[in-house]
């Protein structure tokens, strides 16, 4: 590794990258928010259509970045990767700015932002890998603040894009509001592209020994051209239904393969660290399958069957765009993190931080009573509509179960997997995520609205049907993690033992 002079802290190495993730997040939750609305209310589809191809897109942007780790760590190098997948997502976005209907253009729009995510993804996250190895005291808070850029991100663009399609639907046309709405999520990217431009020298000492070399031309074509194939093979899963829950059963295959074969090859001394990282990682599908009712079912209940207005004491105060109620999301998890870096520091410094998969079985809990609340919430339903702040504290608890389970997922990767197999392994997990947003896009349909039905009077039971299962399915997830804690302490403390200390990377600050 590359040795700067004067040296760079842990700190400034980790704002570039914190940066970069928070303006390509920006691009893709701006994009995320309108995508299910946009294909119904634009291109004709029916929800459970919809939901199953907005599914197959977020599985597919998950599963890819498997092959950009990999193409990270042994082709083209961590940092170059991580830059090149930022300039595709752009083009990506561009290609949904062109004022078209046509299904074709956006599946091949998607395809392209498929392939820059899965070149982005995983190399964002293994630099911030990079940046703490051997700082076990430090990675859980990294981690943390990370998944925090996320949503600060999203949090922005999810407020924005919805905003930006009814103000430009209003004075210029209705499908012009939703192109620009898209368009505005390219800009994002573009940002956070000179933003890195003026901060690139403090990652220079941080990437895969690819990284250190020049370039090779044959690897940058063949990357190119395996680049554009995937483009075209993703546009045509998009496009078939059968096709893509086919390959989601192959991708279950193969991220099950993947694991055994490393648990296989590994040496003793890494084996109890990927058992580990196994099963956190099945868990972690469970909890995705929650996810992904962001963008399907709860977005159309939000459509559907919340008063829009937010009130307080009989007073009002402001009225949402259906869609920025994703935004609750963001909110919550920009104003926990802090909250739960705070207790996660104060408890290592008193050696008693709880172990990952404790922290699971709490998110489980959390995510478990947040979805109970929007039957809660539809007991004083008026007129089929429940109220704003049902939205808000169902949010909430979901929220917080996300960052205590979604939040330590990359940590838990950092933690258990050995460094050679860092950047594979980032990829390996967004797999298993990927698996998850399909699956949840399916189990959303079990929410879908039969066509004869407009009135929110008889659409609101079928919502809170589905929202209360997925309560009682987190409260099975909470008793199985909690059943697992002893299997995965000792797992843990197996892992710590074998484990070769390295000395920890001291920052200037």
């Known amino acids: 590794m590359a040795i700067q002079n004067p040296p ?13 993730e928070m303006w390509e997040r920006f691009g893709f939750y701006g994009m995320q928010v309108l995508m299910v609305t946009y294909m119904m209310k634009k291109l004709g589809f029916v929800d459970s259509k919809a939901n199953l191809v907005w599914g197959a897109a977020a599985a597919l942007i998950y599963a890819t970045p498997a092959i950009g780790g990999w193409v990270g760590d042994k082709l083209i190098g961590t940092r170059r990767t991580m830059i090149v997948g930022a300039i595709v997502l752009a083009l990506g976005y561009a290609m949904l700015w062109i004022p078209s209907n046509n299904p074709t253009l956006l599946y091949c729009a998607l395809g392209v932002i498929v392939v820059g995510n899965g070149f982005f993804k995983p190399n964002a996250g293994n630099l911030v890998r990079k940046i703490y190895e051997g700082d076990d005291t430090r990675i859980d808070s990294a981690f943390t ?8 991100g999203s949090m922005v663009s999810m407020t924005a894009t919805p905003w ?5 639907g209003e004075h210029y046309g ?37 990284d250190e070399k020049p370039l090779s031309l044959a690897r940058v074509a063949a990357v190119l051209v395996a680049s554009v194939a995937m483009v075209f093979i993703a546009a045509a899963i998009l496009q078939s239904l059968s096709i893509a829950k086919g390959a989601v059963i192959l991708a279950g295959v193969v991220i099950l393969g993947i694991f055994a074969y490393l648990i296989w090859i590994s040496q003793k001394s890494e084996r109890a660290g990927l058992i580990a990282a196994l099963v956190l990682t099945v868990q972690t599908i469970f909890f995705f399958i929650f996810y992904a009712q962001m963008a399907t079912s709860l977005n159309l209940f939000a459509q559907n069957n919340v008063n829009l207005s937010f009130e307080m ?3 009002h105060l402001f009225t949402w765009i259906p869609e920025q109620y994703q935004n609750l999301n963001a909110i919550w998890i920009v104003i926990l993190s802090p909250v739960l ?3 996660y520091n104060g408890l290592g410094r008193a050696g008693k931080d709880p172990s990952v998969a404790f922290k699971f079985a709490l998110g489980f809990a959390a995510v478990a009573v947040g979805f109970f609340m929007y039957g809660l919430g539809a007991m004083s339903a008026v007129d089929g509509q429940v109220s704003s702040w049902t939205m808000i504290w169902g949010y909430g608890l979901y929220s917080l179960g996300e960052l205590l389970v979604s939040g330590l997922g990359l940590a838990m990767i950092a933690r258990y997997v050995p460094a050679r197999m860092g950047g594979f392994m980032m ?10 947003q399909y699956l949840g896009s399916v189990v959303a349909n079990l929410a879908s609205i039969p066509e004869h039905i407009s009135n929110p009077v008889e659409s609101l039971p079928i919502y809170i049907s589905l929202f209360n299962k997925l309560g009682f399915v987190g409260i ?3 008793v199985v993690a909690v059943v697992m804690l002893p299997l995965m302490n000792k797992l843990s403390a197996s892992h710590a033992e074998s484990r070769t200390a390295l000395p920890a990377v001291h920052s200037e600050e």
């Open 427 to 436: 990829g390996a997990y967004y797999v298993a995520v990927g698996i998850s």
């Open 313 to 315: 004491f009989g007073a």
């Open 341 to 343: 870096v705070f207790i």
């Open 174 to 210: 209705d499908a012009l509001g939703w192109h620009t709405a898209f368009g505005s999520c390219a800009v994002g990217l573009v940002l956070g592209l000179g933003n890195y431009v003026l901060m690139h020298r403090t990652l220079a000492h941080i990437g895969s020994p690819a």
């Open 476 to 478: 099975a997830c909470t």
């Open 164 to 168: 930006i399609r009814n103000y430009v």
């Open 145 to 152: 603040i990370y998944y925090m850029a996320v949503n600060i």
């Open 8 to 20: 760079v802290s842990q700190t400034r190495s980790f704002s570039t990258v914190f940066l970069i």
